[in-house]
């Protein structure tokens, strides 16, 4: 199986080490150079991995392309973390200190944390902008992240608003589609296909099994951290019901009606189905 993880790595410090050497002025440089070693901590790259399996799934054929372009959604995503790490108060990502604490933890540390969040978000339009895809799919995938970025601080406002409030299970999942699922699933897939040329029936169709995907994503990640949202109040399945049982019972539900959905299209190639299968199998455990 190609090895993404090395590859989109490869690709992220290509990408930096140009920036760094094109830059002159030495805090640009610095922060650059903070920005490499927060974006090449080990992490899933689950998002730019499914930016190319979207493509591919669409027919995509140039692969060299794709996987140099999908890293701008690997620099949007650190952009969320750094903001969500001031939000949440975090100290440690991923084993290292959160940016805002790398500049001291204060006022000062927060505020330089959202200048550099600003700034690795407008490193991820770039290269996305840049691309050598058709303008028209460009314009096409920028609107999309735009849509799901749109959605996903809409989906974290309602989250902060909801830590102090009575919660339903509308609301839960509300949070889970606009917050996660959209960010995480759908939308990574739906760009990668929309580069290769893909139209919206096309594009509906992963909606319909990568939306409960992501919701069972959020399901899972919620109970594999349940002391840390229960402390925060988090607007949760768990908090409201209270039931492992019953959160493990929707996440099964919503997978298997993702494989459902994902195994009866008749229009994606089926070894691009089979990876995505396969990535599902090795995320929830053979669910």
């Not at 690709?11 to 070693?37: M, N, P, Q, Y």
């Not at 406002?157 to 909801?162: A, G, I, Q, R, T």
């Not at 990640?221 to 768990?238: A, V």
């Not at 209270?242 to 494989?259: N, P, T």
Request: one cysteine or more; a positive charge; aromatic letters at 10%.
């Amino acid at each position: 199986m190609f090895d993404y993880h090395k590859n989109i790595d490869k690709e992220l410090k290509k990408f930096f080490d140009r920036k760094i050497k094109e830059t002159k002025d030495k805090l640009a440089r610095e922060t650059l150079k903070l920005l490499k070693e927060f974006s090449l901590r080990p992490g899933k790259r689950g998002r730019t991995i499914l930016v190319n399996c979207g493509y591919f799934l669409a027919g995509g054929k140039d692969k060299k392309e794709i996987l140099q372009t999908s890293i701008f959604i690997e620099l949007i995503h650190n952009y969320l973390l750094i903001h969500d790490d001031i939000i949440d108060r975090d100290k440690l990502r991923r084993g290292k200190p959160t940016v805002h604490q790398y500049y001291g933890g204060n006022h000062f540390g927060e505020s330089m944390a959202i200048c550099v969040g600003d700034l690795v978000n407008a490193l991820g339009y770039e290269i996305l902008t840049n691309s050598k895809f058709p303008n028209n799919c460009k314009i096409s995938a920028l609107e999309t992240l735009n849509r799901t970025i749109i959605r996903t601080s809409h989906g974290q406002m309602l989250d902060l608003w909801l830590r102090s409030r009575e919660i339903t299970e509308k609301d839960v999942f509300n949070i889970y589609q606009n917050k996660t699922a959209f960010y995480t699933l759908v939308a990574p897939l739906q760009i990668g296909a929309i580069l290769a040329g893909a139209k919206q029936a096309f594009l509906n169709k992963i909606e319909k099994f990568a939306l409960p995907l992501g919701v069972a994503f959020q399901i899972q990640d919620d109970l594999s951290d349940i002391k840390k949202d229960t402390k925060e109040n988090q607007p949760t399945l768990f908090r409201l019901k209270g039931s492992l049982e019953y959160c493990q019972k929707i996440m099964e539900k919503l997978i298997k009606k993702a494989k459902r959905c994902l195994n009866s299209e008749k229009e994606f190639p089926q070894k691009e189905k089979q990876f995505i299968l396969d990535l599902i199998d090795s995320v929830f455990k053979k669910i």
